[in-house]
């Protein structure tokens, strides 16, 4: 971390930022210019320390000069983290799609969709049995009944599941049925959750927060890996902006941007993205496009009667129809699907 | 809620939504245009339902005639809710200002801060004992000891406390502490938690998150009384906005706006929402001039020590010189301070 | 466009209301529900008044049941628009790529950079020669130097030219010599300049502002066509968001909205979209898999030399590397290249 | 400025930028710290040459020390400027406030409205001949007549007139007519139109643009500045968010912030900020409370029949009984109305 000082800096206020410097465990290193005073902080994870020097009335400015995630960074793994569930690679030559309802509703509904998605192409099957619903009067998910109907799904069809934990006392329950644990928008800094799902021994789906930056977004699962769940996938699923015409704004921009930074896989969620179901092929194409490694799509049979988010539900056949489109998207970019 | 319907859709359409609206229990009033077809959809909290005609093919406009809130409106209760603390009234005709620390660090320094705030006029103390922290390895907060010296520091000074519960596991414990709880910007839609407070004995404070519309905080509001805890304060914290000059947007708009639709009382956080030591002052004295019924205001004795968010803590000093100036302020808008 | 009034208007409101209503020459079409009161506003254009009925105390929503803008509407026109430049088809199967440097500095290095475009595929050529620049003290462009330099390197490489106007007093002369008008971000409202163009004969390259909603763009469209220029091409180019990773956040999402609400083609420029050199291949990739007509890309043979956004241009080799890439995601999509 | 450079950074990179620094005209300073260089980059407005250090592969961070504005900063003239028109001060001790219509419609009402917000203390008029609007299909303004129409106000009521000026070819005709020119927020990145008004004699009212940053306000100022002309008055009006309930968010934080940084005066605009008439005198005094200059106000005697934003204007009663409140808040702050 590099202090840029206020001109009017005196002998004694440098004097007193490197005492300060020291006293916290790190190496000052000044260079005093024509018009200004640099001081370099020294040492390993100095930049955690930022806040202590923002408040310092002598410091103009502060230039970090590493990171402050580690775990989750290239510089920590080269290689990209390549997640194994149940045989099916994440990260790797192939694109992931994953797909279903928003919530599971009925037995009945969910293993119709669950099939339909498999025939089509969807290697796993997503699904809420504990919803985030911004209204206190909306359905809420089916709970444990949810779970185990996902479970049944996954009998049935081969397929792995994935599914999302709200409440922290509740990691332990969603662990037993899920392969994958999510980790909705909503609570991509319910710091406590995280640390929770850290101690799971499931591969964790982490979803971007609505107004997250891609550096918060890795600092979230910097909390994930830093309580030894090394199994993160990361989720783009828009963030919020002005714009109307869609539900959010899907920033793809991330893709390219977090494949740079950090190890971790990384699926695009064009569903909630965009919101609109006409307008999710588009998306889910241009994010294999960009670089994704895989999707997650909401797909319905009878979207006018879902209990949520009907309106960006694929039906299953423009479902199978993008498959065969993606499929071709893939492979132009080097991909398999 | 009035569904504006696609020029093309048919007698069969019209029918058929119908069906639907009688299925789920309200009664579908119809009134055809020239050009177009509306469906009024009569009956109590049809809002709720939106997303079952968002999903349908042949709709194209919803327009809600009612809120998607109740407990919280203005329509459900008519007169300004004035929450009682100790003797203290929040939303009454005292403004009242809200002062400590971001975290508590030692007794020491929590009680030199509690005494000087007192002094210059706060009638509360603020300090977190569990703080959301964007990195795992910032400071997270002494726990329960950290509740412990804010119970001291009540003792000492009177002034009752405010501090934040992150967990619902901890909802028990900090309420034995605290005489409002506090739930945080990033927890406003951590639902499981603010249904847990929801069945607190305590007032609970509601910050807005970051990217929440005025109607989501709301919503968020609603969660908590619906499980019968009428006591909520909501408090402005400040958007995430393009511009960087400043930490957030304090978006000041929101107080009357808020005022009007809620007879919840309404504080703002203008340490947080500007986030730069020098422009909290002014920013002060705007949220009472819109109609705020209260501050929480970050004050430490000496920043650059400060665990957290010292870069935006008023020194005593000038803490005492601005609650002066708000007197002036409060009174020239009809209120005490 | 239809009125939902407020449950508490009278009948005398609702009178005056129609009153109205007939005299700026609509009729009104009242419907009665249960609790509230619907007026339907039938007429062409009803939409253009939509402001006069928001100022109205009694009216508590306006539905727009028709969109403001006619001409660029699929409405108005089914089926795409494809515009000929020269031979050069924009809109059709193929898609145009447009390269070339920010700005046009010496007449050497255009050269050299519109040969070596040319080469790897480009089909025009872009370049300011008046350049829009935040700072007074930057470089403000060759002006009709730089035009003069464009049109020679078009008669070299026999690609057309597109440039950039920023004065109205100025369409004429880049009229000589440019082949397709580019108009930027910062002047999508300055509607003089739009109504200017809208007379000129040349294609009209349309920016989206940077926080200009995709209605708002569309509207910008309109005023150039209201006035005879129906050969307008929109172009998305980032929008202002909170990240800052990026230098604004491209907003594919709009590609497919806009090509199912207008008949106009649509290009994407990720060299401004996204500004960092190393993530512009991606997004030019994920810009032909959501239905984008054509890029616009910033080269250039010396980023370091650069008189402006060298940061964010490919050099040569990397142009050439990507088109190859290009090619075949274009035809997983159907398109040509 | 100071550049950070990459790890890998040889002495050969080294070298070569620092050849480059000089090449351009400014002095390298070089410093070698365990892990990092840092050179300084030391020559006055080096700040201006940014770009060219953004486009280096080796540079990691560039850290600015100074602005890239000077005329307008408070580094170059320390005291406020006040603005004299005839012979009202703006940015003085005195409160200005700027009140009427949002377009001149006709004589009588212009007129009306002219002398009741005179009576209620207004101290200057407000009106639009030339009005930027979203569609062409919208009144577009009375053009030279509406000018007429301003000054006959100004001979009646002895107040001076504020309007705005949309075209670089009507800056002459406006400045006959009109005691201030207004740029509007959709032109703030008009540079043409900025330069033409910097020649003008009149002072200037600077609308802040709905997604400028305060720096990208403060370098469109300086545009004007830079051409002779120093009498420019600073407007915030409101930015673009991801909120609904209002127009826009009046970003009141902008206001102690540009005080801070520069010397003109700033007023601010919570008719279009806020949007919504109900919530405006909230939010005017809170404009007063955190330090603005002044306030622009729309007032119409009949805002049903406004031609333009007819649901932001205040009642003629409205304001009178406002003005008497903002009295009050402008003396708590030290101020007089």
Same mark, same amino acid.
């Given at each position: 971390m590099i202090l840029t000082l206020k001109p009017q800096a005196t002998k004694k206020d440098i004097d007193s930022i490197c005492d300060r410097i020291k006293k916290i465990g790190f190496s000052p290193h000044i260079s005093k210019g024509k018009s200004v005073t640099v001081i370099g902080v020294i040492g390993p994870n100095a930049i955690l320390k930022k806040e202590i020097f923002e408040a310092m009335e002598m410091v103009a400015f502060i230039t970090p000069i590493s990171k402050p995630y580690k775990l989750v960074s290239r510089e920590f793994k080269k290689d990209d983290t390549i997640i194994d569930?149940?045989?099916?690679k994440i990260g790797g030559e192939e694109i992931l799609v994953v797909a279903g309802p928003c919530s599971v509703e009925t037995k009945e509904i969910l293993f119709e969709i669950a099939k339909s998605v498999k025939e089509s192409g969807a290697r796993m099957i997503r699904g809420g049995a504990f919803k985030p619903r911004t209204s206190p009067y909306?359905?809420?998910g089916l709970g444990e009944k949810g779970?185990?109907?996902? $479970?049944? $799904?996954?009998? /049935? =069809?081969?397929?792995? %599941?994935? =599914?999302? %934990?709200?409440? /922290?006392?509740?990691v332990k329950l969603v662990s037993e049925y899920a392969d994958i644990i999510q980790i909705g928008a909503r609570n991509m800094q319910n710091f406590d959750l995280l640390k929770e799902v850290g101690k799971s021994k499931r591969p964790i789906l982490l979803k971007r927060g609505l107004s997250a930056t891609i550096e918060e977004f890795l600092m979230s $699962?910097?909390? /994930?890996l830093s309580q030894g769940n090394y199994n993160v996938i990361l989720c783009e699923r828009g963030i919020r902006t002005f714009e109307t015409a869609t539900r959010f704004t899907l920033d793809l921009n991330a893709v390219p941007v977090i494949k740079k930074l950090t190890h971790l896989p990384v699926l695009v969620d064009p569903s909630h993205g965009v919101g609109v179901r006409e307008f999710i092929p588009a998306m889910c194409k241009a994010s294999i496009a960009c670089g994704a490694d895989g999707l997650l799509v909401e797909v319905h049979s009878c979207p006018e009667k879902a209990y949520s988010d009907g309106a960006q539900s694929l039906l299953p056949g423009q479902f199978a129809k993008m498959m065969a489109e993606l499929k071709c998207v893939a492979e132009a970019v080097g991909r398999k699907l």
């Open positions: 569930v149940r045989g099916l909306a359905f809420q779970l185990k109907y996902l $479970a049944e $799904a996954r009998s /049935i =069809t081969g397929l792995p %599941v994935v =599914t999302e %934990v709200m409440n /922290i006392n509740h $699962a910097e909390y /994930i």
